[in-house]
């Protein structure tokens, strides 16, 4: 009698707890805030930033601009796994997307730039990248009226480096996305998850992934460094010209010679953030393949494979890292609450380049 | 499906204006392509490298060479460039598939679905 009691008793439960909708579920998980809007950029600056953008006379040899690396259509990121450099010169990582990085705090794989528009420089002066004096960039467009108009009614005066990267950074700053699924799931909107969506936000969000132990917060990332193991490209050590690069940028950053990228140790000079990698932000990570530093990975089934696995090999890779085995259907609901990720963003086409 | 290439010699580099020149040189004599991949194979452009490439082909290189010094296919070079220009095109490679275009090297995939989504649209009525 007592145990018919029990079996009617665990099975009106379990009936109970199927019944337990998935969002009441996911109420129990660490879900961040929605992201907040950023304050409103002031229209004049963001005008003449798209210009600067979008134009090649930022490159010493007038064919690169930022668009080149940062391209609209592909969320401002490029698709190719090692990023584009200086004509007949070879880069060394992949380039990062530019959607939401108004929110950011920490900028480059190696977090070398504490701000936007220190970030916003770099590149332009970059031996490999856009290869142009800065302050040769400032007479150079001092000289096109259009541009001298431009900055008058953005900045009240003329030409400087300062409102060239404040303009510049004032444009990337309206790159938003903040309506992917998730966002909405996270306003309220319920069922603008799928079923398989929210099994892998659980597995994101629960002990199953444990992934929101670095990618945390509404951009779902610490914006820390961590080691995950990640295998260096053959070919950036094989190639002289990839060699080249990567011993300039040691060279510049104080640091010895190495046969690896030193991640994170470029900047703080401690062994222990040698190939320490900023964890990225994750929205419209299904556009911005492929992944990593160094791209090593084509496809986000193979970076959910990766972290699978514990990570690669490092013996200074991060304790975090452990095997998760996860089935092959959990893998698949991983994937797609990462997709639940991707939004949309205002198009941007190339304006005609002011003056000549 | 048709492929075009339109040349676009980068202005910085020696011998890249006499390198598409070669290659018209060798198109006249219906080995475009196959000089076309000897050449980037190859990599080395001087003048003797680009003669040696077309006896390789068994061109006829007496014709390749007196057109490739007299610069006879200068001005269809000169042409695309002016073209890339008016596009503001400035990247070379640069690929314009159905209107969409894709700056630089990129893996096949990027290609595969560009290639796809234009072939969608051509079976739905378009181009």
């Not at chain 1, 600067?52 to 969320?75: K, M, N, W, Y």
């Not at chain 1, 409102?163 to 903040?178: P, Q, W, Y």
């Not at chain 1, 990839?242 to 060279?251: A, K, P």
């Not at chain 2, 006249?28 to 190859?42: R, S």
Request: hydrophobic letters at 35%.
């Amino acid at each position: 009698m007592k145990d018919r009691f029990l079996q009617r008793f665990i099975f009106i439960l379990s009936c109970l707890l199927l019944l337990v909708p998935g969002p009441l579920m996911a109420r129990q998980l660490p879900l961040p805030e929605p992201l907040q809007l950023l304050p409103a950029q002031d229209p004049a600056k963001v005008e003449l930033g798209k210009a600067l953008f979008f134009d090649r006379r930022l490159s010493g040899d007038g064919t690169i601009s930022c668009a080149v690396c940062h391209v609209p259509d592909e969320a401002y990121a490029d698709g190719r796994k090692i990023s584009a450099a200086y004509p007949t010169n070879k880069h060394w990582r992949h380039t990062i997307g530019l959607l939401n990085v108004g929110y950011l705090d920490t900028f480059f794989w190696d977090g070398r730039s504490k701000g936007l528009e220190q970030q916003a420089q770099g590149p332009i002066h970059s031996s490999f990248e856009m290869n142009l004096n800065p302050r040769y960039l400032v007479a150079k467009l001092r000289e096109i009226p259009e541009y001298q108009q431009l900055f008058e009614q953005a900045w009240g005066g003329g030409v400087t480096l300062e409102r060239i990267v404040g303009s510049l950074s004032a444009f990337e700053r309206t790159l938003l996305i903040t309506d992917a699924p998730f966002d909405r799931y996270l306003k309220g909107q319920k069922d603008a998850l799928s079923a398989d969506a929210q099994q892998g936000m659980a597995i994101f969000y629960g002990k199953r992934g444990n992934c929101a132990q670095c990618h945390s917060g509404s951009l779902l990332t610490d914006e820390k460094f961590y080691n995950l193991g990640v295998a260096e490209l053959p070919e950036l050590s094989s190639d002289p010209q990839h060699r080249s690069t990567r011993n300039f940028f040691l060279g510049e950053m104080g640091v010895e010679s190495m046969d690896r990228d030193p991640g994170h140790y470029a900047v703080t000079h401690k062994k222990g953030d040698i190939g320490a990698f900023r964890t990225p932000p994750l929205r419209q990570v299904e556009q911005t393949g492929p992944y990593m530093h160094n791209g090593s990975f084509a496809s986000l089934a193979e970076v959910i494979e990766f972290f699978n696995q514990g990570g690669g090999y490092d013996p200074d890779k991060t304790e975090r890292l452990k095997p998760l085995g996860l089935s092959a259907g959990e893998k698949l609901a991983l994937e797609a609450f990462l997709n639940s990720l991707t939004g949309t963003y205002q198009p941007v086409h190339a304006p005609p380049p002011p003056g000549y | 499906m048709r492929l075009v290439i339109k040349h676009y010699p980068y202005r910085y580099r020696d011998y890249s204006y006499l390198a598409a020149q070669a290659a018209e040189a060798a198109r006249v004599q219906g080995k475009f392509w196959e000089y076309f991949d000897l050449m980037t194979h190859e990599k080395r452009l001087t003048r003797d490298d680009l003669i040696g490439y077309a006896r390789q082909l068994k061109l006829d290189v007496p014709r390749f060479t007196k057109e490739l010094d007299s610069e006879t296919h200068r001005p269809r070079v000169e042409k695309d460039v002016q073209l890339a220009r008016e596009l503001d095109f400035y990247q070379t490679p640069t690929f314009v598939i159905n209107g969409r275009t894709l700056v630089g090297e990129r893996p096949i995939e990027s290609f595969r679905q560009v290639i796809d989504t234009a072939l969608a649209e051509a079976a739905k009525g378009g181009r």
